[in-house]
């Protein structure tokens, strides 16, 4: 209702103020309306401010379409004045510099009209005339009729004892109510209801994640089925062939039993043959005896039993028991948590001056430009180490440095060592503070990745399962933690919440082809882009913030080493290149701008680069244990 009544009101449109019944709004008799022949006077002067007002073609037709602030120079209303216009008279509906208000409240006959700070002036109401009297206008709203009326309108019989209230006053009303409704929306509701979005997108994603998870353990388990059907079938086929040999070896026995038999039987023939024919009387006499004519009975042989397979009585069911069950609890789904109004309401003046600092570092960044030079402008000695090979900005004036040699030191600006810790790092970017304080490193030995709080307990912050973590960056953007990590054959980068929750990886483009060999300083833009330093690829690798590739700089001409790499306000990325010895700079699509850093300014071997909040570049080197500081932004 009110943000429709705004958006009538930018239009001309006053009816929708009328919609609803005004409560709580100071009545009046005929005669209680302000004095407007003094706004009379003043209309010729607020030309200019009604030239403002959108058409009711440009009127916003949507919330998503209101204007967040003006997009337009405001100058005085008074004639020949082009001063900023920063106050508002509200009875003469004119806009006025500093100087026209104070000399408006000087003035005896306006001295008394009610001057705001222009952005809280009272929105004047639109004029619409009487229809019923063409010559006046609209002036009051009579509460019990709940229509606008003239002031003839209004002495008329039909509106005798009749409670009227000022139709500007109405108007006022409406107006400061849809500015705090529009208020609400913008500052509460659809941050918010963003803020849901998000939770909703990061349940898809664990969704999914916890899904899979069933999915792969379902076919494991089918594995696990299948490994065992197939040891219970081998066990079961070399039962058969045992059974198989036995029978064989019976039935081959009884085979020969019967060729032995059949042998004796053709050996007695022939005897049997020498009877019929005998040589001699011994012989016959031999023959004549009984017992020489018996013949043995033949071999008793029997039938094997051959083994019957019986089919398992088993069903679909069954099968699936075997596999496990899938059941989704009977859990009453818990609401998601919404930020009562009055948080939100506290809130929202730490979002107020938030706003302001990222306003301010806006046109911070619009002003900045690259220097014709580049000066240096400082130099701090580092203890306790032999190199810089990596760089990590504290709060307090306090830097993390770590050399070639797993050494990584706290110091301050007045070169006092503060911590030392000895790692398995090397020259890679290893190390990064993070926006709660916390400095995190790798540990590529054990897979993980340590935090150090500011009370400096050590923890293991990340566990990389597989992986070796070689480079970090923590997000100034969101926090988010980027983990270049390597295999003995592959590499990726991982995207982690500021809670450690994996929440990407990127390691291939949308050709199937692997990104990178070796991630050893990583990076992010202020566009989102994650910018890699791969030492074997000698090339900046950088994608977007979704893990499209985007483009590679390799260097110009032969010979490029990329180490340490940087980004600044102006989306430039910064990289060291250990071949030329320098440091060049390249503008957020990899175009080569020109090599910021060389011998000329001082630089030996750099290896490491990063930025502070002033845009000062830090700078470090391998050969010595000196930070140096350099002014490139103006």
Request: aromatic letters at 8%; glycine letters at 6%.
């Amino acid at each position: 209702m009110c943000v429709s009544v705004w958006i009538g009101y930018v239009s001309k449109c006053y009816i929708v103020v009328l919609e609803k019944k005004s409560k709580n709004v100071k009545s009046l008799q005929m005669g209680g309306q302000k004095d407007r022949q003094t706004a009379d006077k003043c209309d010729q002067k607020n030309t200019y401010y009604q030239e403002m007002a959108l058409s009711e073609s440009d009127a916003p037709k949507t919330v998503a379409d209101l204007p967040v602030t003006a997009k337009h120079y405001l100058v005085c209303g008074t004639e020949n004045y082009e001063k900023n216009c920063q106050f508002y008279c509200n009875d003469c509906h004119q806009p006025m510099c500093e100087q026209c208000r104070d000399e408006h409240q000087k003035n005896k006959k306006t001295k008394s009209h009610e001057v705001d700070p222009y952005k809280q002036r009272k929105r004047p109401l639109p004029v619409e005339k009487c229809k019923i009297h063409p010559t006046k206008e609209l002036v009051v709203l009579c509460d019990e009729c709940q229509i606008p009326l003239c002031y003839k309108c209004a002495a008329t019989k039909e509106h005798h004892d009749h409670v009227f209230t000022d139709l500007e006053m109405v108007f006022d009303e409406k107006v400061s109510l849809c500015q705090e409704q529009i208020a609400k929306i913008r500052n509460y509701f659809e941050p918010t209801s963003q803020d849901l979005k998000k939770e909703i997108a990061g349940d898809v994603t664990e969704i999914k994640k916890i899904i899979e998870g069933v999915r792969t353990s379902m076919k494991a388990e089918a594995e696990t089925v299948k490994k065992l059907v197939n040891t219970v079938t081998s066990d079961k086929i070399k039962q058969v062939d045992k059974i198989e040999q036995s029978l064989l070896h019976t039935l081959n026995s009884q085979n020969q039993r019967m060729d032995d038999y059949i042998n004796y039987l053709n050996d007695l023939v022939k005897k049997f043959y020498s009877y019929l024919s005998p040589s001699n009387i011994e012989q016959l006499t031999f023959a004549l005896k009984s017992e020489n004519l018996i013949i043995r009975p033949i071999p008793k042989t029997s039938k094997t039993v051959p083994p019957v397979f019986t089919a398992g009585q088993y069903s679909k069911d069954d099968v699936a028991k075997l596999l496990g069950r899938i059941t989704v609890p009977n859990t009453k789904p818990e609401n998601r948590k919404i930020k009562p109004m009055e948080t939100a309401s506290t809130q929202l003046k730490l979002t107020g001056k938030q706003r302001k600092q990222d306003r301010e570092k806006s046109d911070v960044k619009q002003t900045l430009s690259l220097s014709s030079s580049v000066t240096k402008v400082k130099e701090y000695t580092i203890p306790g180490v032999f190199s810089v090979y990596h760089i990590s900005l504290g709060k307090s004036g306090r830097l993390w440095v770590s050399d070639g040699d797993g050494n990584l030191v706290q110091t301050d600006l007045q070169g006092n060592q503060l911590q030392k810790l000895e790692t398995n790092g090397g020259s890679e970017g290893y190390h990064k503070v993070t926006q709660d304080g916390d400095l995190i490193y790798t540990d590529r030995y054990n897979k993980v990745i340590n935090r150090i709080t500011p009370d400096n307990t050590i923890t293991e912050f990340i566990e990389a399962g597989d992986w070796e973590p070689i480079s970090l960056h923590s997000s100034h953007i969101n926090g988010d933690i980027l983990v270049g990590m390597q295999t003995d054959e592959e590499a990726k980068v991982t995207r982690y919440n500021k809670a450690g929750t994996e929440i990407q990886n990127i390691q291939k483009d949308n050709k199937g082809q692997e990104l990178y060999d070796l991630p050893h300083y990583i990076t992010e833009n202020i566009n989102g882009d994650v910018c890699v330093s791969d030492f074997t690829k000698h090339a900046v690798v950088v994608v977007d913030k979704s893990g499209q590739y985007r483009f590679s700089y390799t260097g110009q001409g032969s010979g490029f080493i990329s180490f340490g790499i940087c980004t600044d306000e102006l989306c430039h990325i910064l990289v060291c290149d250990t071949n030329s010895e320098t440091v060049h700079l390249l503008d957020q699509d990899g175009q080569f701008l020109t090599l910021l850093l060389t011998e000329q300014q001082g630089v030996d071997h750099p290896r490491s680069v990063c930025l502070d909040d002033e845009n000062n570049l830090w700078v470090g080197q391998q050969l010595t244990n000196t930070v140096t500081l350099y002014k490139y932004l103006q």
